[in-house]
């Protein structure tokens, strides 16, 4: 199996860093992992509605251009669905019988493009709490992870 993570923004603090290199770690037992970082698009500190459009609209073309031929698209976004973790890994499995290559999408500080949301016929939430994106991505990873312990019977999920 492929996973790709396609993530907007680079991950500026160590304990990220970190915490996101142990799970990519443990995960290259199950999966091809790969992590794609989006550049951030910049605007001012506080900016407008169309603005944060604009940035938006950006971001979700350079995303776009970064899924994997082939993948399975799996945006996180509030409008997705959420999972305990036993069902994330059931539907993961669920995807992998049909793709070779699932590909989660992170966006921006504002969120992703319609369009990329598009993409995915599965959506993923994390629930209604707001999450920064490069803590998202290490939850992301650390689920994903646990998802395929859980498949394969492992001592990991408790």
Known sequence: MNVTVLAVGRLKESYLREGCGEYIKRLGAYAKINVVEINEERCLDNPSDSEIKSVIKKEGERIIKKIPKGAAVIPLCIEGEEYDSRDFSAMLDAVSLNTSHICFVIGGSFGLDDDVKALGK????????????????????????????????SKYHK
């Not at 993923?124 to 394969?152: C, D, W």
């Open 122 to 153: 599965i959506k993923l939430s994390f629930g209604k709490m707001t999450l920064p994106h490069q803590l998202a991505r290490m939850v992301l990873l650390e689920q994903v992870y646990r998802a395929f312990s859980i498949s394969n019977n």
